[in-house]
């Protein structure tokens, strides 16, 4: 197997060329001190049990998820070294660090075990929540706890008849003394339950009016495994899910039976709370995807610049990167993790930046899409690479094509990204500051092809995927020029060509 290498350069390359110099939160010697001090974490702690959690997995025994071996002492060592809480306020125990940092880590996390990092990968999104929304109360009692791995973090949203559409959310919450009283099923609860820390703080979803009244009936609740006293709040796991792939971390059916919660914000304002978290969520699912595409294409680097097969034109023995074939496939995966890279960055250095929200809320979709469908793809393109060897266990990339294939449906899946784009933000002022943004970037020519699907834009359900695949290709081509000069770049370059015909295609089959 090849081991993992966290990919250091090229994720402060991409960050600096992406505009991060620009912010005045940017120090580089400290991103590049914690770029590498955290990989050389991740390359010797947390990778080495990437393979044997996903073939031990978590296990339900006796109403409780017992976690792979090793899990619990990487984690304690992830927090004894102030990981858990790199962005949170530093009167809170945090590193008061901006999400650059966070991007460098979660990334490289995500690259050497992603089961693991979705153990602690909701703090710092738990953490806003309560900075945005939560009492000065609750941000003393939780946050520190947090920010120091003592309590970790889910988010319950999703129940059995209510996936998407959180308008159909049933589990209830009711007043109770001085606080509320939750009742109700949660399902695909990610690290509902395990024994790696008896402290959990669930972000739970619940109605609060009437059942008819939609998402506008819905508020969040901070409801906390342990109790004041220190019995267990009546929150319990019912079952973990068999799944694909991530086998090291505990998905969960989870019943709330009149557990103790307290109120986050305002009554009915449930779902612009999640939302913050949701948002935060998804440019990790962005990373997970580019983490998963450096790494197939890494594995399949090495292999076929090592295996001999066939001879090339001097009659003398070549290898398979050697190949036309495998060649083009080596390259759209590497092209894959940079563009996918320098997307997610665009989207963060403008989060930081602070300055075009709706520039945001239009790149954060677009990141999320991108980059789950390409580490599938990049996955998928490694296997084949291998050949027969790819379908194996061995050389691992097997696991990084299962583990990939969910990046695709949490946090929102490809389809909803695509019509959320196309039906809600390309004719608002979302759409606008995107155009805005890239116009003195961008050939004129290629964003009036961009211009002209979205004005063809008639029929959003019918014409979203068409109208993602014109965006991404306009993004594709505004950002190639940032790695001129970069190892990547005629990779990047030979996949800009190959997909020359995607925007004029696309934005002719939106006009129809």
Known sequence: MTPFKAPVDDILFTLRACGAEGLDSWDDDLMTQIAEAFASFAEAELAPLDEPSDKQGARFENGRVRMPDGVRAAIDAYAEQGWCGLTAPEEFGGQGLDGLA??????????????????TGLLPGAIRVLQNFGSDAQQAALIPELAGGERLSTMALTEPGAGSDLGRIRTRATPSGDGWSITGEKIFISNGDQ?????????????????????????????????????????????????????????????????????????????????????????????????????AHAIAAAYTAERQQGRGADGKPVTLDQHPNLAHMLAEARAISLLGRAITHTAVIELERGANPALVDFLTPVAKHFC????????????????????????????????????????????????????????????????????????????????????ALTNPPEQAEDFMALTEWLLCRALAPLFDGHAGAPAVARYIDRQAYLGPLSRDRLAG
């Open 372 to 455: 789950s469908k390409g580490g599938s793809r990049a996955a998928d393109l490694g296997m084949q690479c291998l050949g027969g060897y790819g379908y194996l266990n061995e050389y691992r990339v097997e696991q990084t094509w299962r583990d990939a294939r969910i990046t695709r449906i949490y946090e929102g899946a490809t389809a909803i990204h695509a019509l959320t784009i196309a039906g809600r933000m390309a004719q608002s002022p979302a759409g606008d500051a995107f155009a805005n943004f890239w116009a003195a970037r961008v050939d004129p020519a290629d964003l009036a092809i961009w211009q002209e699907g979205r004005a």
């Open 102 to 119: 966070l991007t460098i880590t979660s990334e490289i996390f995500s690259g050497a075990n992603h089961a693991m990092q979705m153990v």
């Open 195 to 295: 024994d790696i820390r008896n402290k959990i703080l669930h972000l739970v979803l619940a109605r609060t009016g009437a059942a008819d009244s939609g998402v506008k009936g819905l508020s969040l609740f901070a409801c906390l495994s342990d109790r004041a006293d220190g019995s267990r709040n009546p929150v319990k796991v019912t079952r973990i899910e068999e799944k694909m792939g991530l086998h090291g971390s505990p998905t969960c059916q989870m019943a709330f039976d009149g557990a103790e919660a307290q109120l986050i914000g305002e009554e009915g304002a449930g779902l612009k709370g999640m939302f913050s978290m949701m948002n935060h969520a998804r440019i990790g699912v962005a990373l997970q995807g580019v983490a998963h595409a450096t790494r």
